[in-house]
């Protein structure tokens, strides 16, 4: 299947979202309280649109592949879940532009679901780390909908497949829709499905991992320094080393250098 977007007419007037461009992605200039309320207001509307949860490394890749460039731009939204966006756009004069990551949100919307009523469908990982969402988000959020799981096979599914994946999604009705796919995976898979299932499809990567118990998040004060990055890189030092190094330094260089 195609990983270009399709034209969708967003059911939110995406006008309403302050944006700060960075290497030619819109990043949200927002915080986590004006996102929370932003999807209190419009839960319903956002059905079947996308957020992207961006950082240093999507804005990158976006930047040097246009068509994930398009992609980022396409959703209702991409959020500044790296540290150096929010400090990018601070610079720009979006003064209340904070970071906003994936595993946050996440926690503020589990944290209010039963209250609520949201439901929940996650889309991803390994039938392993899905067993230990649906444990631990039941054990810390009682009363939460898991409304449906899919751990999706190491393959593109055949047509017929994901026709079948579309319609259990939309059986379960999900108010939320998380793909933990990892980047760039899981935000053109959110782009092809857009307008095609039920719920608003938020791309968290290693956000599936957090919850599961997999790995652990950086202490609070680590998180404010915007040094959550180095933290990651210590846990998976022979996997992310080599990324932080390419899409860091490039963006430096494009970004607080040339300003673009």
């Known amino acids: 299947m195609s990983s270009l977007p399709r034209q969708y007419e967003h059911r939110v007037d995406k006008a309403l979202i302050p944006t700060c461009n960075i290497m030619g992605v819109d990043i949200a200039a927002i915080n986590i ?4 309320e932003f999807t209190d207001k419009y839960i319903h ?16 890749t976006a930047y040097e592949i246009p068509e994930y460039r398009t992609i980022q731009n396409s959703g209702i939204m991409a959020i500044p879940d790296g540290g ?12 209340e532009m904070e970071r906003t990551t994936g595993p946050s949100y ?23 780390t899905l067993e230990k969402i649906y444990s631990e988000l039941t054990r810390r959020y009682p009363g939460i909908q898991i409304a449906g ?9 055949t047509r017929k ?18 793909i933990g796919l990892g980047a760039p995976k899981q935000e053109r898979w959110m782009a092809e499905h857009q307008g095609k299932v039920k719920g608003f499809m938020v791309g968290v990567g290693a956000g599936f991992d957090y919850f ?11 998180q404010k320094m915007n040094l959550e990055w180095l933290y990651r890189l210590l846990q998976e030092p022979r996997r992310l080393f080599r990324r932080y190094w390419h899409t860091n330094s490039k963006f ?9």
């Open 33 to 36: 309280d004006w996102l929370l």
């Open 45 to 60: 509307s956002l059905s079947g649109d996308y957020m992207c949860v961006s950082n240093v490394h999507t804005t990158v």
């Open 84 to 95: 150096p966006l929010s400090s990018i756009g601070r610079r720009r004069g979006f003064k």
């Open 106 to 128: 996440m926690e503020e919307i589990f944290r209010v679901s039963a209250e609520k009523g949201y439901r929940h469908f996650f889309y991803g990982s390994t039938e392993e």
């Open 149 to 157: 799981m899919y751990s999706p096979p190491f393959r593109p599914l």
């Open 161 to 178: 497949e994901d026709t079948a994946v579309v319609e259990q999604i939309n059986r379960a009705n999900p108010h939320f829709l998380w």
């Open 212 to 222: 599961a118990g997999k790995i652990k998040r950086a202490p609070g004060w680590i």
């Open 252 to 260: 430096i260089w494009h970004a607080y250098i040339k300003r673009e």
